[in-house]
């Protein structure tokens, strides 16, 4: 029998990358890892807006909630017991502005110099009737979503109901109805009490805590939502209530400034020699400041000379030729109509 002849294998060398495969796995893994990145701004961005939106429209049903316990807040608006003087009539209620721009007689609009401007409809304060009557409005409209540190800072003296500061400066803007965070002696938990009253540079509340505290952190609400109402009232004493919201609202004269404006729906807006150019942008709200409906811009376009175009959503639904346009509107909610009590 012949035997086979033997054979060996010979292994072959492995094939390597090259350098232009390295270069195209690198480029396809960078442009995931970028499109991946950018994805998450975009969801952060996402989550802020959803938030905002979220808080705006529970502070629009806190608002219809309030209206329907006490309807004299858009029936008597200036509190004087008669619901009926202000049938036929057109006006805003706004506690905050009321207190920021002082008591008396108010309109919401103004000219170039900062006076209310001719033809604008009245501020109301509802319950808000003094100037400077900021508690009162803060507790009527707005929206408290979380808390400014006021202090933080060990005290003097404390027992398990009061804290001594240093100074009565050390205290600062805290009130009856803020805040303290009380830190245990081994740092490892905390407390919170309402402050019942503050005296000097001592500062108490009602519950007991268990322990001495040996750090203490002041703080206060910080209500960056609020709304301001705007009511149609018919012959008859039915009300039409829009909820305008506002996140972190500025108070000023310059923020109700009134334009004078043409068009249907293709708006032009004057803009006085020396005037500052309204601060509006696509989905921005502008107000008729005579008949106050409320309209959506769509597009803002060109200045030409002292002339602002721009776009509204729909056209206008009566005419006017005065506008106002306020910033820091997250939404302007339409609620029904309220007959009178």
Request: charged fraction near 20%; glycine fraction near 8%.
């Amino acid at each position: 029998m012949r035997a086979l002849p033997r054979t060996t294998a010979v292994p072959t060398a492995r094939r390597g990358v090259t350098l232009t495969e390295v270069l195209v796995s690198l480029g396809i893994f960078g442009i995931g890892v970028v499109s991946l990145a950018t994805l998450f701004p975009l969801s952060v961005l996402r989550t802020v807006q959803a938030t905002t939106l979220t808080k705006a429209t529970q502070l629009r049903y806190n608002a219809e909630g309030l209206i329907e316990a006490f309807p004299q807040i858009v029936h008597d608006p200036d509190n004087d017991g008669n619901v009926q003087e202000h049938r036929s009539e057109s006006y805003v209620v706004d506690p905050t502005g009321f207190a920021e721009f002082g008591g008396g007689v108010q309109f919401y609009g103004h000219d170039d110099a900062g006076i209310s401007a001719a033809g604008t409809r009245a501020r109301y304060g509802s319950i808000v009737q003094a100037t400077a009557d900021f508690p009162t409005a803060r507790d009527l409209v707005n929206l408290p979503d979380s808390f400014v540190d006021y202090f933080d800072k060990v005290p003097v003296a404390a027992t398990t109901t009061t804290v001594d500061l240093a100074s009565a400066a050390d205290v600062g803007a805290l009130a009856a109805g803020d805040r303290c965070i009380l830190f245990h002696p081994d740092g490892r938990r905390s407390e919170v009490r309402t402050v019942n009253g503050i005296a000097g540079a001592q500062i108490d509340w009602l519950t007991p805590l268990d322990f001495t505290p040996e750090r203490v952190i002041g703080q206060a609400e910080e209500a960056r939502f609020s709304w301001m109402l705007t009511v149609r009232k018919s012959t008859n004493g039915d009300a039409s209530v829009n909820v305008a919201v506002f996140f972190n609202r500025k108070l000023s004269r310059e923020e109700e400034q009134v334009y004078q404006i043409a068009g249907t729906q293709e708006i032009q807006v004057a803009v006085a020699a020396g005037a500052t150019e309204p601060n509006v942008k696509a989905g921005g709200y502008m107000l008729d400041a005579q008949n106050l409906l409320w309209y959506r811009i769509q597009r803002v376009g060109d200045t030409v000379g002292n002339t602002l175009n721009l776009t509204l959503a729909e056209p206008l639904s009566q005419p006017t030729a005065a506008a106002v346009f306020p910033e820091r509107i997250v939404d302007v909610y339409p609620i029904g109509s309220f007959s009178e009590p």
